[in-house]
């Protein structure tokens, strides 16, 4: 079915709904969420060929009938029936956003954007579900039916919006202006419930964040005139309406304007509804832009850890013993100019037996209470696993060649590390290629899973850098993935640096740094000495 008859379809059913509804008019800017705007939204963000859409219709064609039902004929004893009929609709799509999320993991803002609206719809089902069934959620029903619409307007159809206009254009500043825009929904409902103050303050980051959307929607090269204004219409109507939003704010909780629930309706409501929402789903029907997030195909380790990782995950592999984690370091060429990067950095990636390894880790004081935690659970598997304090200690180990059938990858080294008796690491090496620049590839066995280190290899002079940020390319490999029985790989939220440095004294130093959500976490710094 064509997206044009798709939208008439639901746009007929609505104008049908409206003319025999026996509810006042506010009640159609719900309505029209729930059997125009939502469908159509979905339609937008649909992959094919996957259970979501294979199985759509059964489950959308008897919510949207409930709905219509509602308002044909309100206040019978089947309401309760037919609101949860389109609760337990907007759970599947909540779902359907878990599973995109899922398989995909924390890449690509936008789509993340995307996946947030799929979600967020499933609480404006449930405040729907809780208006029509008069549950007592602690708010007059006038209210609880409010929030239903805020959940469908700015907590669904705004992050999808978003994540549209971001696979178009996507500055710098887009992450900021997004991450504002997808957690003001929760501040606006916990101000709402709690504090006047944060409701004020949720009301502050919108504007913040509306702002600048609205300027991302200006800057944003479309292809077709007519989407462009449509898009930016649509925006602008926001920056308009949050104005009020604000007034509202301030009337309701301070006493300092004159704003009432009668005009958000009539100005504010319409106002959204009809100029953001139904101007942008007809801009964004002109063109849906495609997604730019393509699934990663580089080689993953098939090797498995179970409740214990430690030396034993070898245990039943072929394997021997080897001098180092690369055979050839000219193999990183053009990113590596081996004729003069430090030739005993070179020296100690192939020949890294002949090394000790001296190491000071510090856990930054914001995640000590994490890491004491995570110290319990790694000294049982022995894997990731490293001291609290910070003194210096040695890790002593051995390399190791895995045959290539075991692994599944291209050369494989497996390089144990221990703090005493105990085992710090056990990383298994490789190296793939993509577009001509090699990639160092790390696998890290974990309990039923594996974590994937693909590094991006720079030279500083005579330095050598290895960093898990797509700096070469938009379509780097570069990142850290989680790997669970299948080799599908969920790009975790964590990146890491390594900075390795020629000392001149005969010894190496190395600075490994390690974020999550661009915080540092943890900072391991090696002396590297070579054995006499």
Same mark, same amino acid.
């Given at each position: 079915?064509?997206?044009?008859?798709?939208?008439?379809?639901?746009?007929?059913?609505?104008?049908?709904?409206?003319?025999?509804? $026996?509810?006042?008019?506010?009640?159609?800017?719900?309505?029209?969420?729930?059997?125009?705007?939502?469908?159509?939204?979905?339609?937008?963000?649909?992959?094919?060929?996957?259970?979501?859409?294979?199985?759509?219709?059964?489950?959308?064609?008897?919510?949207?009938?409930?709905?219509?039902?509602?308002?044909?004929?309100?206040?019978?004893?089947?309401?309760?029936?037919?609101?949860?009929?389109?609760?337990?609709?907007?759970?599947?799509?909540?779902?359907?956003?878990?599973?995109?999320?899922?398989?995909?993991?924390?890449?690509?803002?936008?789509?993340?954007? /995307?996946?947030?609206?799929?979600?967020?719809?499933?609480?404006?089902?449930?405040?729907?579900?809780?208006?029509?069934?008069?549950?007592?959620?602690?708010?007059?029903?006038?209210?609880?039916?409010?929030?239903?619409?805020?959940?469908?307007?700015?907590?669904?159809? !705004?992050?999808?919006?978003?994540?549209?206009?971001?696979? /178009?254009?996507?500055?710098?500043?887009? %992450?900021?202006?997004?991450?504002?825009?997808?957690?003001?929904?929760?501040?606006?409902?916990?101000?709402?419930?709690?504090?006047?103050?944060?409701?004020?303050?949720?009301?502050?980051?919108?504007?913040?964040?509306?702002?600048?959307?609205?300027?991302?929607?200006?800057?944003?090269?479309?292809?077709?005139?007519?989407?462009?204004?449509?898009?930016?219409?649509?925006?602008?109507?926001?920056?308009?309406? /949050?104005?009020?939003?604000?007034?509202?704010?301030?009337?309701?909780?301070?006493?300092?304007?004159?704003?009432?629930?009668?005009?958000?309706?009539?100005?504010?409501?319409? $106002?959204?509804?009809?100029?953001?929402?139904?101007?942008?789903?007809?801009?964004?029907?002109?063109?849906?832009?495609?997604?730019?997030?393509?699934?990663?195909?580089?080689?993953?380790?098939?090797? %498995?850890?179970?409740?214990?990782?430690? @030396?034993?995950?070898?245990?039943?592999? !072929?394997? @021997?013993?080897?001098?180092? $984690?690369?055979?050839?370091?000219?193999?990183?060429?053009?990113?590596?100019?081996?004729?003069?990067?430090?030739?005993?950095?070179?020296?100690?990636?192939?020949?890294?037996?002949?090394?000790?390894?001296?190491?000071?880790?510090?856990?930054?004081?914001?995640?000590?209470?994490?890491?004491?935690?995570?110290?319990?659970?790694?000294?049982?598997?022995?894997?990731?696993? !490293?001291?609290?304090?910070?003194?210096?200690?040695?890790?002593?180990?051995?390399?190791?060649?895995?045959?290539?059938?075991?692994?599944? %990858?291209?050369?494989?080294?497996?390089?144990?590390?221990?703090?005493?008796? @105990?085992?710090?690491?056990?990383? !298994?090496?490789?190296?793939? @290629?993509?577009?001509?620049?090699?990639?160092?590839?790390?696998?890290?066995?974990?309990?039923?899973?594996?974590?994937?280190?693909?590094?991006?290899?720079?030279?500083?002079?005579?330095?050598?850098?290895?960093?898990?940020?797509?700096?070469?390319?938009?379509?780097?490999?570069?990142?850290?993935?989680?790997?669970?029985?299948?080799?599908?790989?969920?790009?975790?939220? /964590?990146?890491?640096?390594?900075?390795?440095?020629?000392?001149?004294?005969?010894?190496?130093?190395?600075?490994?740094?390690?974020?999550?959500?661009?915080?540092?976490?943890?900072?391991?710094?090696?002396?590297?000495?070579?054995?006499?």
């Amino acid at each position: 079915m064509t997206m044009c008859k798709f939208a008439l379809i639901h746009s007929v059913l609505f104008v049908s709904v409206a003319f025999f509804s $026996l509810n006042p008019w506010p009640f159609l800017m719900l309505t029209i969420a729930q059997l125009v705007y939502v469908p159509i939204a979905i339609r937008f963000v649909m992959e094919k060929e996957n259970w979501f859409s294979q199985h759509y219709y059964y489950f959308a064609i008897p919510a949207y009938l409930a709905v219509a039902l509602l308002h044909i004929v309100p206040g019978s004893k089947w309401d309760g029936l037919l609101a949860a009929i389109y609760l337990a609709f907007t759970f599947v799509i909540a779902l359907y956003g878990l599973t995109r999320f899922f398989n995909r993991g924390f890449t690509n803002l936008e789509e993340f954007a /995307i996946d947030a609206g799929l979600v967020y719809i499933s609480l404006g089902g449930a405040w729907f579900f809780a208006y029509v069934t008069g549950i007592d959620t602690g708010f007059s029903p006038l209210i609880t039916w409010l929030t239903g619409i805020h959940f469908h307007y700015s907590a669904f159809l !705004l992050p999808i919006f978003i994540g549209l206009l971001g696979r /178009i254009y996507k500055p710098p500043f887009f %992450r900021i202006m997004c991450t504002i825009i997808l957690v003001s929904p929760l501040l606006v409902a916990i101000g709402i419930t709690f504090s006047r103050w944060i409701e004020l303050l949720s009301v502050g980051l919108y504007i913040i964040g509306l702002s600048g959307l609205i300027f991302i929607a200006w800057k944003t090269p479309f292809k077709n005139h007519v989407q462009k204004w449509l898009i930016r219409i649509s925006f602008g109507a926001l920056g308009v309406t /949050i104005i009020f939003s604000l007034l509202y704010a301030l009337g309701s909780g301070f006493g300092l304007t004159s704003v009432n629930i009668d005009f958000m309706l009539r100005f504010h409501g319409v $106002l959204n509804c009809l100029v953001f929402a139904l101007v942008g789903i007809v801009g964004w029907s002109i063109t849906i832009p495609a997604a730019n997030f393509h699934p990663p195909t580089f080689p993953i380790s098939r090797i %498995r850890g179970k409740r214990v990782i430690g @030396e034993q995950v070898l245990e039943g592999m !072929l394997h @021997e013993k080897h001098p180092g $984690l690369v055979d050839d370091m000219k193999v990183y060429g053009p990113s590596l100019q081996c004729n003069t990067l430090s030739p005993r950095i070179i020296d100690f990636y192939e020949n890294t037996i002949n090394y000790r390894l001296f190491a000071t880790i510090k856990w930054r004081s914001w995640f000590k209470p994490f890491a004491f935690v995570y110290e319990l659970m790694s000294r049982k598997t022995q894997q990731i696993h !490293l001291p609290l304090h910070g003194r210096q200690v040695e890790m002593t180990g051995d390399v190791i060649a895995l045959q290539d059938t075991a692994d599944g %990858r291209d050369k494989v080294r497996a390089w144990i590390r221990k703090i005493g008796p @105990e085992t710090a690491f056990v990383a !298994l090496y490789s190296q793939h @290629e993509k577009a001509g620049r090699m990639y160092m590839n790390i696998d890290l066995p974990l309990p039923f899973s594996t974590m994937t280190g693909i590094l991006e290899l720079h030279q500083v002079g005579d330095d050598l850098q290895l960093t898990s940020k797509k700096k070469s390319s938009y379509d780097s490999d570069a990142g850290i993935y989680l790997s669970f029985l299948s080799n599908q790989a969920f790009k975790l939220p /964590i990146d890491e640096d390594f900075s390795v440095s020629d000392g001149k004294d005969g010894s190496l130093s190395a600075c490994h740094t390690m974020r999550l959500f661009s915080i540092p976490f943890l900072t391991i710094r090696y002396l590297i000495r070579h054995v006499c």
